[in-house]
């Protein structure tokens, strides 16, 4: 059983109480936390955290295939982040994109809601599975 934590109120302040969040593997997760324009987030993947791209079992960082279908252009124009590897966990801020992995602290660029997802092909995020606990610190 996963347990989904959702924030319910709104986040503006600097809020230095570590969050903790499951970002769920197959969707764009909205943690509930509102960011304002050069707000501090950090975001680090609980240790052992992993999810599953069908039957690959990753951590926050994702997976790197050599396999030539996974590498064509179409295929990796179709993740968030086309250069990085599959599953790695990623941010969103409006437009704006945040690679996380494991463990990132960025400054929001925009105001608007803090998102978390994995970085998989749009069109095959049906065959994922399982979430990665997440901690976020808004300093």
Known sequence: MVLLVKMVKPLWENNMTP???IVKSWEYN???ILVKPG???SV????????????????????????FI???????????????NFMMLG??????LYAVG????????QSGKLELFANDVSWMRWNNSGGISVEIILK
């Open 70 to 84: 996974y590498n064509l252009k179409f295929v990796k124009n179709s993740k968030d982040f086309p250069d990085e």
């Open 102 to 109: 494991k463990s990132k602290t960025f400054t929001a660029k």
């Open 44 to 67: 680090v993947a609980k240790t052992g955290a992993t999810w599953l791209d069908l039957t690959t079992l990753c951590d926050a960082d994702g997976w790197n295939s050599s396999n």
């Open 30 to 32: 909205d943690t509930g």
């Open 39 to 41: 707000q501090v987030i």
């Open 91 to 96: 941010a969103r801020i409006g437009s704006d």
């Open 19 to 21: 969050m903790n969040f």
